[in-house]
Each structure stands twice: as C-alpha cells, then as structure tokens.
C-alpha cells in the first residue's frame, strides 16, 4: 500500500513553502488536488497524485 501524506506536508517537503503558509494557500482555493480545489484535510500519494499551485504541477525533487 502506498502511503499518504498531508498536503501541507507536501508542499514544505518540495520545499515550495511552509506548512501554515500552505495551509493558508489551500484555504484561499488556491491548491488543486486532481483537477478539484484542495481541502485543509486532504492527503495524497505523491508520484500518484497531481497537485496544482498557481497554475504549475508541483512536484517533489528526486536526489540523483
């Protein structure tokens, strides 16, 4: 089984933002998690999921 994460979590470990500012971002409805507006208590399989900020796939970085 693939694990979940917060959302916010998420987005502190793509290094993107902190997890209150994105905390912040997703209430706004500026998150999009599969295409639908993000929600304080949603989590994803990163690498399954897509999530969109600002118009742009975030995606986390692999260590070569």
Known sequence: ???????????SECGIMS????EEEI???KVFLNGK?????DRIVPGKD??????KVIE????D
Request: hydrophobic fraction near 40%; charged fraction near 25%.
């Open 50 to 55: 897509t999530v969109t900020y600002n118009g």
């Open 1 to 11: 089984m693939e694990e979940s994460i917060k959302l916010q979590k998420y987005f």
């Open 27 to 29: 209430l706004a409805g």
């Open 37 to 41: 507006t993000a929600l304080i208590t």
């Open 60 to 63: 986390k970085k692999v260590a």
């Open 19 to 22: 997890r209150r500012h994105a």
